[in-house]
């Protein structure tokens, strides 16, 4: 499979752009016709800086979209000099269920679930050593989580996540359960129980719907759902003024949806690998953009 590095490098050679890698290959560097333009990571020149700060920021895209009055998980900034008592009321107030993560974090980095407050003490306090602030959430039940990725106005792509979860039918090993899942992750994993479930036994690997964590795609979604996700996603695009991202979205146990996150790079590293045309489905979406780039 294409990795991302090597993907931009073929649509730059199609499209006669000379690229250039520097600061360890983190900066892509794009020539043609006297323009110059950056692939930062994966974040395309296409969105003002404003913006892309404020989506990189967990707590800052949360308050934006409150002022824009957009349904969306709450979230509690945390600093260093937090209260414990301010801390004990939220787990008091969210039943005693929350989900702590740094602002600046990505790819289900830095994101924990816990119940025992002391361990949210310790956990808040082992983070608060390597990050400026933190938000605490309220656990919600999730029953999917949908990606829109959006460039200029228009949905390129519409996916739904499904958390590493599987049941035992009294036979296969959980290896086995795990590698049907999804192959692409659990395929060389050395660490997952030589156990065999009963039947019907649940065995969650993993509570977060991160595709980097071991989670599963779905292009299967209701009509209806698809019309009510699309329609949120774009208003968000067209409300903070952004070109191109991608907007994570959560469907609840009682069919509530919710923003979860938006992104400033489009990361389609493990859809390349997980979905069977992957690889030509993200060279549309990365050259589109890059055609907007270089557009006069």
């Known amino acids: 499979m294409l990795t991302f590095d090597e993907l931009i490098n073929e649509l ?57 009055k957009n349904p969306i998980i709450k979230h509690h900034i945390i600093f260093r000099n937090y209260s414990k008592d301010y801390i004990k009321e939220l787990y008091e107030l969210y039943n005693r269920n929350l989900v702590i993560k740094a602002n600046l974090g990505s790819c289900g980095k830095e994101v924990f679930h816990e119940t025992d407050l002391e361990k949210i003490y310790d956990l808040l306090d082992n983070l608060l050593i ?17 990606r829109v990725i959006i460039l200029d106005s228009q949905i390129l792509l519409m996916y739904g996540k499904i958390k590493p979860v599987v049941y035992g039918d009294g036979k296969k090993t959980l290896r086995e359960l795990l590698i049907e899942f999804n192959p692409h992750y659990f395929g060389n994993k050395k660490n997952i129980p030589n156990i065999v479930l009963n039947k019907e036994e649940k065995y969650e690997y993993n509570w977060q719907f991160n595709l980097s964590k071991g989670a599963n795609i779905f292009m299967d979604i209701p009509e209806f759902l698809e019309e009510k996700i699309s329609k949120l996603a774009l208003k968000v695009a067209k409300e903070i003024n952004i070109r191109f991202c991608s907007i994570d979205i959560i469907l609840d146990n009682e069919d509530n949806l919710y923003l979860m996150e938006a992104n400033s790079g489009v990361m389609m590293d493990n859809f390349m690998n997980i979905h069977e045309n992957g690889v030509n489905i993200a060279k549309y979406i990365y050259g589109s953009a890059i055609n907007k780039m270089f557009a006069k």
């Open 12 to 68: 730059c050679k199609e499209k006669g752009i000379k690229l250039t890698s520097i600061s360890k290959n983190w900066i892509k560097v794009l020539e043609r016709d006297n323009q110059i333009h950056y692939i930062i990571s994966h974040k395309f020149d296409l969105n003002n800086n404003s913006i892309a700060t404020i989506l990189d920021d967990k707590y800052a895209f949360y308050e934006l979209m409150e002022l824009k």
């Open 130 to 146: 390597k990050n400026y602030s933190l938000s605490i959430c309220p656990y919600i039940n999730i029953k999917n989580e949908y």
